[in-house]
């Protein structure tokens, strides 16, 4: 088996014509690929205050010709995101997926604590994941996907709301060999880690790109491109990863 997911995050819809305009370009480059991926990734903050017809414009930007696996991020709201997203009822529970995918298994992970910007994996989550990953056919890979970083990624704003209880989540993949890698948004940056022995990929962001502090302000570079990420895991469970931005038709490299 091999998986093509393609991830992005932090599309931060606002109904401003700018966050329209780049989201929709974004997701116009995937709809165009000459090989459509196995399905599409969106780790979080796609709604931003959130609102109504925010998740709504998010429900028509997303409707693709591949399978679209979504998790929440400190903006989205966890009824609105079920209701006005995806046509569920609603609840306000944690919001937690399973998605069986080329062979493999993304578990769409809910880091978000209401209210606040920083993260935390509840014990029902934590409970949740690891019941799933025991609940896999034997061999079948799997990837584990949220909007908080587990870890540091050198910048003082996202290091600050990161995941709270990355311990917990440590001790648990301890327990399971199978989960090939971790993917996350939040930083609106794209990167690459370890956390707990595995890959932990960092999507880049949509909306905007976090300037290190070693380029200097502003925190929010506005102008740099939408950002993709491409995750590929192969039949020996190695996972390969491929950053790309997207610009406007006719713009300049």
């Given at each position: 088996m091999t998986l093509l997911l393609a991830h992005i995050s932090d599309l931060h819809l606002d109904g401003s014509e700018r966050?329209?305009?780049?989201?929709?370009?974004?997701?116009?480059y995937l709809r165009d690929l000459p090989q459509a991926p196995d399905a599409?990734?969106?780790?979080?903050?796609?709604?931003?205050?959130?609102?109504?017809?925010?998740?709504?414009?998010?429900?028509?930007?997303?409707d693709l010709p591949f399978p679209v696996i979504v998790?929440?991020?400190?903006?989205?709201d966890r009824e609105g995101l079920r209701t006005r997203l995806l046509g569920e009822p609603a609840s306000a529970e944690p919001f937690n997926r399973?998605?069986?995918?080329?062979?493999?298994?993304?578990l769409a992970c809910d880091s978000?604590?209401?209210?606040?910007?920083?993260?935390?994996?509840?014990?029902?989550?934590?409970?949740?994941?690891?019941?799933?990953?025991?609940?896999?056919?034997?061999?079948t890979p799997a990837l584990l996907a949220f909007h908080h970083p587990p870890v540091r990624v050198h910048h003082p704003l996202p290091d600050s709301m990161r995941l709270g209880n990355s311990d917990d989540l440590a001790g648990l993949l301890h327990a399971h060999p199978g989960v090939a890698g971790i993917l996350v948004g939040h930083?609106?940056?794209?990167?690459?880690?370890t956390f707990a022995g595995r890959p932990l990929l960092l999507a880049p962001g949509v909306t905007w790109t976090l300037r290190m502090?070693?380029?200097?302000?502003?925190?929010?570079?506005?102008?740099?491109?939408?950002?993709?990420a491409f995750h590929i895991l192969d039949e020996?469970?190695?996972?390969?990863?491929?950053?790309?931005?997207?610009?406007?038709?006719?713009?300049?490299?």
């Open positions: 966050a329209t305009e780049r989201a929709g370009r974004t997701v116009a599409l990734l969106v780790s979080g903050d796609i709604a931003d205050t959130p609102s109504r017809e925010e998740y709504e414009e998010a429900a028509g930007l997303l998790c929440p991020g400190n903006h989205d399973v998605h069986r995918v080329a062979g493999a298994a993304v978000t604590i209401p209210g606040e910007d920083g993260g935390r994996l509840e014990p029902s989550t934590l409970m949740w994941i690891n019941d799933t990953l025991n609940d896999l056919p034997a061999g930083a609106h940056t794209g990167g690459a880690t502090p070693w380029e200097g302000e502003p925190v929010a570079d506005r102008e740099q491109p939408p950002g993709v020996h469970q190695r996972l390969t990863t491929h950053f790309r931005a997207v610009m406007r038709a006719g713009a300049e490299v």
